[in-house]
């Protein structure tokens, strides 16, 4: 099973990008969907999460701006991205959970934001 993440790219400061993921065939008992993100020189950290039941969960640095959603019927989790900041350069990444506990990953998609 393969995430496939769509959206992102370029933007200026106070922009706004959208991303969507969703896995390359069903996948049962997803749980956790979220996005993640990588900085150049730095981890790959969470950014939002949201459970099957619809409860989010967001970085400090994100809160107001960013929302986390998803569509449990067709499998897929989407951020939207407002007021962006050229802190949020990085390659975000969908993560998804299942109750069985696997893992998955997106390949990566390249936000940049310039000032």
């Known amino acids: 099973v393969q995430l496939q993440a769509s959206g992102g790219g370029l933007a200026q400061a106070g922009g706004s990008l959208r991303f969507s993921c969703a896995p390359s065939r069903s996948v049962f008992g997803i749980n956790v969907m979220g996005w993640y993100r990588q900085a150049p020189g730095k981890q790959r950290d969470l950014v939002a999460t949201i459970s099957r039941g619809g409860n989010t969960n967001y970085i400090e640095a994100v809160k107001g701006r960013f929302t986390i959603s998803r569509d449990n019927a067709k499998n897929t989790v989407y951020l939207q991205m407002n007021n962006l900041k050229p802190e949020d350069t990085a390659v975000y990444y969908c993560?998804?959970?299942?109750?069985?506990?696997?893992?998955?990953w997106g390949q990566g998609t390249q936000v940049t934001v310039s000032s």
């Open positions: 993560n998804f959970k299942t109750i069985m506990n696997n893992v998955y």
